[in-house]
């Protein structure tokens, strides 16, 4: 964040039922991001491409991700993809590969 960075959390999940959003609260107070350097959470929702359109509207250059379709959502909105490895007792589906379109591998970050 000393660079200028802006934050942005992308999920692929639908935004809650109920209108209450607390997640970016959260997130801000667990890694301590300063107040104006978290931009509220993106719900993208479930559909293909989802994510494509909030990375190409926001300017995201570098998007992390966990899933492959995360990696190829980044290169269809310009962004370079890196990879987050899932932790070891996720129960998400399909299981990722992790590297296999040649992108960076952020190890040891499971943990």
Known sequence: MERGDNIY????RPAPD???EDVTATLR???KIPEGKLNKVIFAGTDKDAKVKYIKNNGISVYYGDSDNDILDARKAGAE???VLRPLNSTNSPEPRNGQFGERVIINSQY
Request: aromatic share 24%; proline share 0%.
């Open 9 to 12: 959390f992308i999920t692929g």
């Open 81 to 83: 993809g890196i990879r």
């Open 18 to 20: 109920n209108g209450k």
């Open 29 to 31: 107070d667990y890694f």
